[in-house]
């Protein structure tokens, strides 16, 4: 026999084996994957405590006492070891965004408490990334009449007890918004998004939104990047005439944004309002069909090189043909015959 395992440490292994067998134990009634949060927060505890368990006791024993352990054995314990540690940093992560929603959550309902839904929202089929961006500003849009009421009530206030400002008026509030994803034209080079003023399209805001925002998760230009692009177009619709200065601050401001107003990002409320309030009701954004595409040039001498313009409205009936370079800055612009519908290129949606 070993001389570093005696007959007097028998008891002291046999205790050590059975601290093995509750910890198999604990293995084998490892919740599944589906099962709820409080059991795998059960189990990790209970693993936990039993792998703790048999390191302090492993400790007590003469290096030999140990080698009776099979190599499997302990790289089975060092696998559910490190999944242990894993699963309670999971559940630190998972407390942590908890806490902070919740917090997001409380200031959203104090500060910002027209960043939410009006009503039940009814969902749709969406198809294209333009209707989707439609429904969007549906959504979005009670947000920034709530936020236009808000700053006038308090400006109204400050007014009466003597402060110095100015009461915006929204002079041209649109009734809707016409989106279409296409490329922004060179007078707007380096905008992801420009706005066609309402009072120039008979009461409805164009908005066009650049086809390089994917709204992949793992880039910056996220759907919820998108929903903010997107409201920061809508504000300039309201606020015709100011620019990023006076009433288009103020109300960005009240929404939550962040940074420059000439390049402005979503605050903290704001992406948190969006996720919870806007994207819920959206189908992914990457999935949708992108309406952008030119037509492909035929060969030499069989048909036309130009690409092809007209008016959707039947009655008006114009065509013209311009190259692909043209068509970026006519795309949805007036119809010049009948002046009131927006013009379309061939093979753009």
């Known amino acids: 026999m070993d ?26 009634i490892r919740p599944k994957p589906s099962a709820t949060k409080k059991k795998h927060v059960e ?25 009776w352990l099979s190599k499997k054995t302990k790289n089975d ?45 009814e969902d749709r089929k969406i198809t294209t990334r333009e209707g989707w961006l439609e429904r969007a500003s549906e959504l979005m849009m009670p947000w920034i009449i709530g936020a236009a009421e ?77 929903c903010h692009v997107l409201l920061h177009e809508m504000v300039h619709a309201f606020t015709e005439g100011h ?5 288009f601050m103020a109300i960005m401001k009240r ?21 919870t309030q806007v994207l819920p009701h959206l189908p992914d954004y990457t999935t949708l069909h992108v309406p952008f595409s030119i037509p492909k040039r035929g060969k030499r001498g069989v048909g036309s090189r130009m690409v092809k313009i007209f008016c959707p409205d039947e009655g008006c009936g114009i065509i013209m043909r311009a190259s692909g370079k043209v068509c970026e800055s006519i795309h949805m612009q007036p119809c010049p015959a009948c002046e009131e519908n927006p013009l379309h290129v061939e093979g753009w949606q």
């Open 243 to 247: 620019g990023h200065r006076g009433a």
């Open 150 to 226: 808000a700053e006038k009530a308090q400006r109204t206030i400050l007014i009466e007890n003597g402060a110095k400002l100015r009461l915006y008026d929204l002079k041209h509030p649109p009734s809707g918004f016409d989106v279409a994803v296409a490329p922004i034209e060179k007078a707007h080079r380096g905008c992801v998004g420009v706005c066609r003023h309402p009072s120039f399209h008979g009461g409805r805001a164009r908005i066009q939104i650049a086809p390089i925002l994917s709204g992949e998760d793992d880039s910056w230009m996220d759907q919820t990047y998108i």
């Open 77 to 121: 314990l060092l696998i559910v070891q490190n999944d242990v540690v894993e699963r309670i940093s999971e559940m630190m992560e998972e407390a942590n965004t908890e806490i902070k929603n919740a917090e997001l959550e409380q200031r959203l309902n104090d500060r910002f408490p027209f960043l939410q839904s009006y009503g039940p929202i």
């Open 255 to 275: 929404l939550n944004s962040a940074g420059k107003m000439t390049a402005s990002s979503a605050g903290d409320v704001q992406a948190y309002a969006i996720k």
């Open 3 to 28: 001389a570093e395992m005696q007959p007097t440490d028998q008891p002291r292994t046999i205790e050590l084996k059975e601290i093995i067998n509750n910890l198999s134990d604990v293995l084998w």
């Open 43 to 67: 189990w990790t505890l209970m693993a936990f405590q039993s792998i703790s368990g048999f390191v302090d006791e492993l400790k007590d024993y003469p290096g030999s006492a140990g080698k």
